[in-house]
């Protein structure tokens, strides 16, 4: 078994090697072409494409079942439909709504929304941790706290007295 793990060939190799550079040239320039918001993580199926462009160009490099071709494909094919659904969200106020969350807000002027806590599965020890990782010592700093469409929290302080 331990034989097995250190075993290759010169063609696997090969393979790999060129199928690798020529996917990665390929898919940086599919990127290139399809503009900074196919990569944007702005909300889950964002971040769901994202990770399907990584697992599919791995699996081209690496599955000597899957042809560079057939690979490409899918990366195409991720990237076209990235495109269209953004192109939609942008023109159909519906269409978005099915795609895409909207911003929440979980903690306001000294009070925790607990039922848009509850929807949103978030509890008071995460929204604490938000606060501490911005190097806020106290609630009382904070004005409000929201949940992103991407699931990042953004903590709104308060202004100072004017």
């Not at 034989?3 to 898919?27: D, E, F, P």
């Not at 599919?56 to 494909?73: F, M, Q």
């Not at 519906?94 to 895409?100: A, Y």
């Not at 911003?103 to 306001?108: H, N, T």
Request: proline residues 2%; glycine residues 8%.
């Amino acid at each position: 078994m331990y034989v097995l793990m250190w075993s290759y060939s010169a063609s696997s190799l090969l393979r790999v090697l060129v199928t690798g550079i020529l996917a990665y040239v390929l898919l940086v320039g599919f990127l290139r072409l399809s503009g900074k918001r196919t990569l944007s993580q702005l909300n889950a199926f964002d971040f769901v494409v994202t990770v399907a462009f990584g697992s599919t160009l791995a699996s081209t490099i690496l599955n000597k079942d899957i042809g560079i071709v057939e690979g490409l494909t899918a990366l195409f094919l991720l990237i076209a439909l990235q495109f269209i659904v953004a192109r939609l969200s942008a023109v159909s106020p519906w269409f978005k709504g099915f795609v895409k969350s909207r911003p929440r807000l979980l903690f306001y002027q000294g009070r925790y929304l607990e039922e848009a806590m509850k929807q949103e599965r978030m509890n008071k020890d995460e929204i604490l941790q938000a606060a501490r990782s911005q190097g806020i010592a106290s609630m009382e700093q904070v004005e409000g706290v929201v949940l992103q469409t991407n699931g990042n929290m953004s903590v709104l302080t308060k202004g100072e007295p004017g």
